[in-house]
């Protein structure tokens, strides 16, 4: 009698058991790669995306928004300035700036077209009331609204686009952060050349431990921007223990099922030939003891 689990049978699940497996160590290790980083940062697992420059965050987002609205900002702001200044040196720094803002335009609507993000097209409403301001004043009052306000804006925005340049995973990010620092960092410096910054209206500075934002750069935008340092290293070695734990067991659950269906087939066999031997048996007849198949023949 044959075996009621043929051969090709026994193959295929064991061919089924082998795949899995592959799959599941191949999952955890392209899951490890930027996995642990992205639910270390957040721990729902949302507002994350995998991109080809790296994985993309709430606080990559966050920052192509706020550099954005200030953008939108400081250009028609400078474009005011240059008609309206009082002063030339005013005039100048507002037409460099109006260029710089040009280039800055151009890349983060270049990076964020790659990533996919959204961009807003108009200031935050708080940079819309101070336009509508700058727009009413003019002589000095109108240079000294300008340098102070564009100042202020700016001083908001560096910070932000310093921490997520340090602990960003996406290397776009990196590389248009590293630019925008650069940008603003010039800014700045022009507008405080003119000598019409008062830093006592300046908003304080965070101490070093704060991480916080200050409640101005929240007005920006919806989200906060959350940038977190990095895991400390072998903060993932529990993730790695368990994965070994998994290949483990599903090894041990390939051997059982292997040895499970040789041991059934040859059961099977055991009875069929103890039927075959107490049955009639005709006359001449002789029966040939059952050879033993080799190990290796069995499968």
Same mark, same amino acid.
């Given at each position: ?20 497996? !592959? ?19 957040? %721990? ?29 900002? #400081? ?37 964020? #077209? ?38 202020? !804006?700016?001083?908001?925005?560096? %910070?932000? /686009? ?5 602990? !960003?995973?996406?290397?776009? /990010? ?27 209206? *300046? ?30 290293? #072998? ?19 390939? *051997? ?22 107490? #049955? %009639? ?19």
């Amino acid at each position: 009698m044959r075996s009621p689990v043929p051969r090709f049978v026994r193959w295929a699940v064991a061919l089924a058991v082998i795949v899995a497996l !592959t799959v599941t160590v191949f999952q955890y290790w392209a899951t490890s790669q930027y996995g642990t980083a992205s639910a270390y940062h957040n %721990p729902q697992g949302t507002g994350w995306t995998q991109t080809q420059w790296g994985p993309l965050g709430p606080a990559d987002r966050d920052l192509l928004v706020m550099i954005r609205q200030a953008d939108l900002c #400081g250009g028609s702001s400078g474009r005011q300035a240059q008609q309206q200044g009082n002063s030339v040196g005013v005039r100048t720094i507002a037409k460099r700036i109006g260029a710089d803002n040009g280039d800055l335009d151009n890349q983060i609507r270049s990076v964020a #077209g790659k990533l996919g993000v959204p961009l807003p097209d108009q200031p935050t409403v708080a940079q819309q009331s101070w336009l509508r301001e700058l727009s009413g004043r003019s002589g000095p009052d109108f240079d000294r609204t300008f340098a102070q306000r564009l100042r202020v !804006t700016d001083g908001e925005v560096l %910070p932000v /686009i310093t921490s997520v340049r340090a602990g !960003t995973r996406n290397e776009l /990010i990196r590389s248009f952060a590293a630019t925008a620092a650069v940008l603003i960092n010039r800014h700045m410096e022009y507008l405080e050349r003119t000598g019409l910054v008062d830093y006592s209206r *300046l908003p304080e500075p965070l101490p070093p431990a704060e991480s916080v934002p200050p409640a101005s750069q929240q007005q920006h935008i919806d989200q906060v921007v959350n940038a977190a340092a990095a895991p400390p290293p #072998g903060s993932t070695g529990g993730n790695d223990v368990t994965a070994l734990v998994a290949a483990l067991i599903m090894i041990a659950a390939l *051997l059982v099922a292997l040895g499970l269906l040789g041991t059934a087939g040859r059961r099977v066999r055991q009875a069929g030939g103890v039927r075959q031997t107490n #049955g %009639p048996q005709h006359r001449g007849s002789s029966r040939r003891p059952p050879q033993r198949r080799h190990a290796a023949q069995r499968w």
